[in-house]
T-cell receptor
Framework: AQTVTQSQPEMSVQEAETVTLSCTYDTSENNYYLFWYKQPPSRQMILVIRQEAYKQQNATENRFSVNFQKAAKSFSLKISDSQLGDTAMYFCAFSIQGAQKLVFGQGTRLTINP | DAGVIQSPRHEVTEMGQEVTLRCKPISGHNSLFWYRQTMMRGLELLIYFNNNVPIDDSGMPEDRFSAKMPNASFSTLKIQPSEPRDSAVYFC?????????????FGPGTRLTVL
């Protein structure tokens, strides 16, 4: 069975700082996708970034980037120049290519302080 | 384009009543997912459909829960009879292998409270 672990229940940083959220996963599959979703207080689940396991290049989306280490089964999210609007729960998720089912981590509550 | 639409956004009901949650997926998406989020259990997949056909309902907690997808643009999740432990946020999500490479896009959720 696939599992996703987020070891940091809560994090807090000052506005404009850089923060990195950790995620590890366990699978015996070789082809899969990894995602980070953001859930602000509005509770809407918003896709932040995705990574295909077959791609060696780390995905980036503006201030958001990932450090994907396939051998270590690690998928961390880096937020640069953090903003107050980044305050949210962040969920790491995994799906096997073609299987469609998403497996979520427990989430990391991130607070950006002014 | 409109995202995934869910209704109602909030539902308060009494134990024993029937509850129906509704979802309209993103146009062109052929997979639809129902999730439940609680503090204790996090995000759980309840059931998902491909091309309107239920593929995996192993996450449906018990026979009180049922889901249907009569056409490509509409799905319902029904709880009958409802119980206080069903209180949670229920999300619908949709995806398309061709359009979004299996990336799931979520609706705003329905917060259900069963008294």
């Amino acid at each position: 069975a696939q599992t996703v672990t987020q070891s940091q229940p809560e994090m807090s940083v000052q506005e404009a700082e850089t923060v990195t959220l950790s995620c590890t996963y366990d699978t015996s599959e070789n082809n899969y996708y990894l995602f980070w979703y953001k859930q602000p207080p509005s509770r809407q689940m918003i896709l932040v970034i995705r990574q295909e396991a077959y791609k060696q290049q780390n995905a980036t989306e503006n201030r958001f980037s990932v450090n994907f280490q396939k051998a270590a089964k690690s998928f961390s999210l880096k937020i640069s120049d953090s903003q107050l609007g980044d305050t949210a729960m962040y969920f790491c998720a995994f799906s096997i290519q073609g299987a469609q089912k998403l497996v979520f981590g427990q989430g990391t509550r991130l607070t950006i302080n002014p | 384009d409109a995202g995934v639409i869910q209704s109602p956004r909030h539902e308060v009901t009494e134990m024993g009543q029937e509850v129906t949650l509704r979802c309209k997926p993103i146009s062109g998406h052929n997979s639809l997912f129902w999730y439940r989020q609680t503090m204790m259990r996090g995000l759980e997949l309840l059931i998902y459909f491909n091309n309107n056909v239920p593929i995996d309902d192993s996450g449906m907690p018990e026979d009180r829960f049922s889901a249907k997808m009569p056409n490509a643009s509409f799905s319902t999740l029904k709880i009958q009879p409802s119980e206080p432990r069903d209180s949670a946020v229920y999300f619908c999500a949709s995806s398309s292998r061709e359009i979004s490479t299996d990336t799931q896009y979520f609706g705003p959720g329905t917060r259900l409270t069963v008294l």
